[in-house]
Nanobody, 123 residues
């Protein structure tokens, strides 16, 4: 059974850091593309970052480039999203999702999703 479980969210102040984890079971993350998406209240879901299998190519939304880093630990079958210099506009529920092989900017292309973890950035 394919399962993704996010963790690591919380309430932080602007400028702080968080590291989200996406633990996978039922499949190997190094054979899949793992994406991070987020959805803020009243807004559409947006792609944040993605790491593809094989060569490990990474992708970032312009809004998080230089602040967020995606990484994969194959031994732990887990993908991480390190978030630095957090801003209030980063507040959202963050989801990880999986699809075969290559990344896609479209959430609908991902077949497996986690339950989400809340990130709130507020002073």
């Amino acid at each position: 059974q394919v399962q993704l479980v996010e963790s690591g969210g919380g309430l932080v102040q602007p400028g702080d850091s968080l590291r989200l984890s996406c633990a996978a079971s039922g499949f190997m993350v190094d054979y899949s593309a793992i994406g991070w998406f987020r959805q803020a209240p009243g807004k559409e879901r947006e792609g944040v970052s993605c790491i593809s299998n094989s060569d490990g190519s990474t992708y970032y939304a312009d809004s998080v480039k230089g602040r967020f880093t995606i990484a994969r630990d194959n031994a732990k079958n887990t993908v991480y999203l390190a978030m630095n210099s957090l801003k209030p506009e980063d507040t959202a529920v963050y989801y990880c999702a999986a699809r075969p092989i290559r990344c896609s900017p479209t959430g609908a292309d991902f077949g497996s999703w986690g339950q989400g973890t809340q990130v709130t950035v507020s002073s």
